[in-house]
């Protein structure tokens, strides 16, 4: 009775691990879908003069937006991960 108990619960983590992995694969992929699509968007609607607004604006910052959203999905997948253990 306890080791099928504990089979069973064995099985309930990692369909719970499974579910949290894809839940934050989705979330990432939309975020990145959603950032690329934005700023195709943007680019073409804030121009003054000819010029684009969006040019002046450094790349550095849109970089780091999506490197820190990497770190916190990692650090989600890791906390998921150690969780299980």
């Not at 099928?4 to 989705?26: D, G, M, N, P, R």
């Not at 604006?57 to 780091?64: N, R």
Request: aromatic content about 18%; glycine content about 4%; overall charge positive.
């Amino acid at each position: 009775m306890m080791k099928e108990l504990a089979e069973l619960l064995k099985i309930a983590e990692e369909v719970e691990l499974k579910k949290t992995f894809s839940q934050s694969l989705s979330t990432g992929l939309s975020f990145l879908f959603s950032s690329f699509l934005g700023l195709y968007l943007l680019r073409y609607q804030f121009s003054f003069f000819g010029r684009n607004i969006l040019a002046d604006v450094p790349f550095i910052v849109w970089l780091c937006l999506h490197i820190l959203f990497a770190l916190l999905f990692i650090g989600y997948i890791s906390a998921a991960w150690k969780r299980r253990r």
